[in-house]
């Protein structure tokens, strides 16, 4: 018989963990969310209930899923009680400890993938990153892992943490730089497709080479006249001027350890 699932919360990574055991052949039995909306729309995807009381919880339920923003976790898990059943949080940056109590057989999976509620990520090669209270428990873990993914490693909270930093630089930082050169673009009437070669390109190599041997532009040389002119393109953002400043420099003194 599947592991039946409770999944508690319904953001970007509860949608895609849910739909991912779902596709598993595991059986979801409830989603819970705050709001009716999220709830129900989720619950539809995997053919489950849906509650947005947390004390109406399905405790027939095998395995725990909390799916949440790491700042409510404890207030959410205050106001139920598992009965020792599997409990399980995802986030990069919680330690383990922090269900602690709360069940006997605790653990994390946590996929290293940035998600998205409405675009779908299959978990077969999604890096995912188990840890649990037990040996017999880290076994149940790993289990349930390697049936949503080919790339399964046991890892340590504060590794783990350290893994989540990472992604915010490869990631969402990347992300962001994104953000602000559609921004310039856009003010200068340029189309944001203009870069996509670009990016692919940048992405593409790091692939191949070591992100320090793919670094090029100005600020590996720390190119003055170059630099100064794009600051003084910039005159009308401080913010934007500060950013590309900061991370000019970062590049530069960087580059400049390696060649001594």
Do not use: W
């Amino acid at each position: 018989m599947s592991l039946r699932f409770c999944i508690i919360g319904a953001g970007k990574l509860a949608t895609q963990l849910a739909i991912n055991l779902k596709k598993a052949n595991f059986v979801i039995t409830q989603i819970y969310s705050r709001t009716s909306h999220s709830a129900a729309g989720l619950a539809k995807k995997v053919e489950s209930s849906f509650i947005t009381d947390i004390k109406l919880i399905d405790i027939s339920a095998d395995v725990f899923v909390i799916a949440l923003s790491d700042s409510v976790i404890g207030e959410v898990l205050s106001k139920t009680v598992f009965h020792n059943k599997l409990l399980i949080h995802c986030s990069g940056s919680l330690p383990l400890s922090v269900i602690k109590g709360y069940s006997a057989k605790t653990g994390v999976i946590y996929p290293l993938q940035t998600l998205s509620k409405n675009r779908f990520v299959s978990f077969k090669n999604v890096p995912l990153f188990i840890e649990a209270n037990s040996k017999e428990t880290e076994q149940e873990l790993l289990k349930i892992a390697r049936k949503l993914s080919e790339n399964v490693s046991v890892l340590a909270s504060d590794k783990r943490m350290i893994l989540h930093i990472s992604a915010v630089f490869a990631c969402n930082f990347v992300n962001y730089m994104y953000t602000v050169a559609a921004d310039l673009l856009q003010c200068n009437g340029i189309e944001f497709d203009t870069l996509r070669p670009l990016i692919l390109e940048t992405a593409q190599k790091v692939m191949d080479m070591h992100p320090i041997d793919a670094q090029t532009g100005p600020a590996v040389r720390f190119d003055k006249n170059i630099i100064e002119s794009h600051l003084e393109a910039l005159t009308q953002n401080d913010g934007y001027r500060e950013l590309y400043m900061s991370i000019s420099k970062s590049i530069f003194e960087l580059h400049k350890k390696q060649i001594q």
